[in-house]
């Protein structure tokens, strides 16, 4: 049983380190959030576009910290099915491992680290606020029109 969900991580690794190679419109900088605070971003986004977002080391661990071991496998491999889906039906969608994002046309700026679910997509389209969905809805989303 382990092996099958071996397989699946594996095969979620894979994937998921192949669309991080995919060339966005990202550029490191520093933004301003509706506060006016200024929030250090990983990376700013000008032009639409749709992000699907995934845990790095550290969000793994506490995803396993608090769901259990044997629950973020069957998390993980349920992302994967999502992800393979998403990336069929929407291939120009962009893999990221961003945790602040900054969407200055919109005067806007996503944190993942306040978001519980790890696993996100961020459909931009200029002009616009960002939508945020769950794997799952953004799925439904886009085959369901």
Request: proline share 3%.
């Amino acid at each position: 049983m382990k092996a099958v969900k071996w397989v699946g991580i594996f095969s979620f690794a894979v994937l998921m380190s192949i669309y991080s190679c995919t060339k966005g419109e990202n550029k490191p900088a520093e933004q301003t959030s509706d506060q006016h605070q200024k929030t250090k971003a990983d990376t700013v986004i000008t032009k639409s576009t749709i992000l699907l977002l995934g845990p790095d080391e550290e969000e793994i661990d506490e995803i396993k910290k608090r769901q259990g071991e044997d629950n973020f496998y069957t998390i993980a491999d349920d992302a994967n099915y999502y992800s393979a889906e998403i990336f069929e039906a929407a291939p120009a969608t962009i893999y990221t491992g961003y945790r602040i994002i900054g969407f200055p046309k919109e005067n806007y700026v996503f944190d993942k680290n306040k978001s519980e679910d790890k696993w996100l997509v961020i459909d931009y389209k200029a002009g616009s606020q960002p939508k945020i969905y769950s794997l799952v809805d953004y799925y439904r989303h886009i085959t369901e029109k």
